[in-house]
């Protein structure tokens, strides 16, 4: 049974400290048994990180975060696959575009599958979900905590399939108020140390499992976004 999960994460293949291999043997140090490295529009890491998982007897499940904006709001969005498909080609490229900045590329690839939204530098929130659907993954808004109320609810009916209301910058009533909101709209929810160092005095961010999903939310998470069959197969196959 797994026990203790942390699905927010970063390594050096964006802004963390720690190299995929070493993040997931921390985890093991701090006793979480199923996490998901979501480094900033790269899944660079992956592979390393799902290796080192299964020689640490660690689940990995493979995501990533997005950088995408409403307005003039920054609003990350995770991914979490089901599958390898993170290993596209052409996913790859859409990342590399998203770093780049060259939106307008990627209009030119999709055309009328993805929503712009007439965006042209930056990747809009609704593009950004959609791109995640078109590759597989299923989709989370991240820190919610960290946004404005008034672009929360402006983007609260996008469709998102769950939200981080377990992070480490929430107080108390904040993640009351995030779970009750899942539940009431249906979505399912994770929880997020957003861990990028282990450095003391650099605490923006959490530990990895200074927040964490419990064995019974893990159950809920995994079964409500399907990647209760990646996990059923991490083991067993060779990703």
Known sequence: MLIKGDFHMHSTCSDGNLSPAELVRYAKKRKVDIIALTDHNSCDGLYEAISEGKRSDIVVIPAVELSTKYKENRVHILGYFKDDSYNNELFKEVLRKIKGDKIGDLRSIFGSKINFNGYKKKLYVESGIQLLRFFGATVVLAHPVLLSRECFFNIENMDFDGIEARYFLNNEQDTEFYIKFAKE???????????HTRIEEYRIHGLIGDVFLNAEEIEDFLAQSGLDIWVEEFFSVDN
């Open 185 to 195: 709209k249906g979505l399912y929810y994770t929880a997020g140390s957003d861990f």
